[in-house]
């Protein structure tokens, strides 16, 4: 399923905002988690009321800042919230969590519980004053605008929620999927870095392997290594340098450039930051415990 960020794009959703505004007669909307709305219905779904309020500044605002306290109020609570905005319509929002994590929230709204009276109309008109509009035009908005008793508000309560239990189905598979290809990829690495650590390798060639751009492959290597791409290759030419040093006669500089090392001075550097020790000293000491740093625990059984 992708990146929940842009879960709105996904055609599946947009084919269930269709059914639902043809069955509903009212807009079906995804929340990102950083508040954006209208990422799937569009405005031109909207109410006419709803629509000319949103065309303009003040009612913009208005109803943006209306709209993060609901956020607010069902993201904190994680409970569904349904409440009457400054138009008089009523808005159901349905806050969506996987493992406590916030992925965004179902909104479907616009419509009324019960007729408009003329008090209520007299108060939506003094509220949306700034649109200039008469409580005449305010009580036609309201009398074409779709109406639901207590128990079909529950009920699409409960059609939100069978949607969003689909989204967090989908959600996980795909978290648990992209971890699969994640760590596939990461073992790729290592095993390139395993068949090729003789040869010049940068972080770019590691990172077309694996199809991934150059940042991200590193941040899920060193998050499933502990160590960089780099420090393994360093560390790994290390290991069969010891293996060198224990069982050739090869003299150091050698050593260094038949795992890879440009130089002589690289290599010992390299040698001493992972060992803790020259190679020379190593040479000398064969059965000396070499390679004890816990980032490098994982080489010390590697090709003996």
Avoid at 17 to 46: E, M, N, R
Avoid at 226 to 241: E, N, W
Wanted: aromatic content about 10%; charged content about 25%; some cysteine.
């Amino acid at each position: 399923m992708g990146s929940i960020s842009d879960l709105s794009k996904k055609k599946l959703l947009h084919l269930y905002h269709s059914a639902f505004f043809k069955l509903c007669h009212i807009p079906l909307d995804w929340i990102q988690p950083d508040d954006k709305t209208f990422s799937v219905c569009g405005q031109d779904h909207c109410n006419p009321l709803c629509f000319k309020i949103m065309s303009s500044i003040e009612g913009s605002k208005m109803c943006a800042r209306q709209t993060r306290q609901r956020l607010q109020e069902t993201r904190n609570t994680g409970k569904p919230l349904m409440n009457r905005c400054h138009a008089g319509f009523y808005d159901l929002v349905l806050p969506i969590f996987d493992h406590g994590e916030y992925l965004g929230a179902l909104c479907a709204g616009q419509f009324r519980l019960s007729k408009c009276s003329g008090k209520e109309v007299d108060e939506i008109a003094e509220n949306l004053s700034f649109l200039n509009i008469t409580p005449d035009e305010i009580a036609a908005y309201h009398k074409n605008t779709r109406r639901f008793t207590r128990e079909e508000a529950e009920g699409l309560q409960e059609l939100l929620q069978l949607i969003a239990d689909f989204i967090c189905d989908s959600y996980g598979k795909s978290k648990f999927l992209a971890s699969i290809t994640n760590s596939s990829q990461v073992e790729k690495v290592e095993s390139y870095i395993k068949t090729h650590y003789t040869q010049e390798l940068t972080i770019g060639k590691l990172a077309r392997i694996t199809g991934m751009s150059a940042s991200y492959m590193i941040h899920q290597f060193t998050s499933e290594n502990g160590i960089s791409p780099m420090q393994y290759l360093a560390t790994y030419r290390v290991v069969q340098a010891i293996e060198l040093l224990r069982k050739s006669k090869l003299d150091v500089y050698e050593i260094a450039l038949a795992v890879g090392f440009r130089n002589v001075c690289s290599f010992n550097r390299a040698f001493r930051k992972i060992t803790g020790v020259t190679p020379s000293f190593c040479r000398r000491n064969p059965a000396v415990a070499l390679l004890d740093h816990k980032e490098h625990k994982k080489f010390k059984d590697i090709d003996r």
